[in-house]
């Protein structure tokens, strides 16, 4: 099937490194709609939704903004900081959604394991259900971050 003007101008500005370094698709040859599906097939087998995931998402980005740049604890096994750069980045979805350059990083303590995102991944998967392609520097696996902020098994 053919794709839309739409969508092939949107296709274009994922892969590009105008926005950001590597892009959003990273080295993912899948279709952004066919990444959303996936990843929206990945996030139902799990038991959740976007909605809860990125509300989560934000209730610790904010926890963790008080404390800028240092640990805060969230509970026993998982702790957060957040690191804030100048200037914004903006969504490259044809929306004026423009968001802080502030990454959050969750640490699950046990295993030491950790997951990274942009305040703008917070907004790409509540709007756009877009996880960003494999390969990309703010990729997010579905299955990893809600194992992190959710503390579930795998």
Known sequence: MKESPQ??????????????????????TRSSSEIIEADATQISRLGFTTKQITA???????????????WVD?????????????????????????????VTVVNLIESNETIHWSDLNIHLIAEHGFFEGKGSTFRIEPDILAKIIFQIKL
């Not at 998402?57 to 740049?69: C, R």
């Not at 957060?80 to 968001?99: N, T, Y």
């Open 7 to 28: 969508i092939q101008k949107l296709e274009t500005i994922l892969r590009s490194s105008k926005l950001v370094a590597g892009g959003f698709m990273g080295t993912d």
């Open 56 to 70: 989560k998402m934000q209730e610790i980005t904010d926890i963790a903004k008080a404390a800028l740049g240092n």
């Open 74 to 102: 969230l509970d026993d096994k998982n702790r957060a900081r957040v690191d804030e750069a100048k200037g914004i980045i903006v969504c490259p979805w044809p929306h004026p959604g423009r968001f802080a350059k502030r």
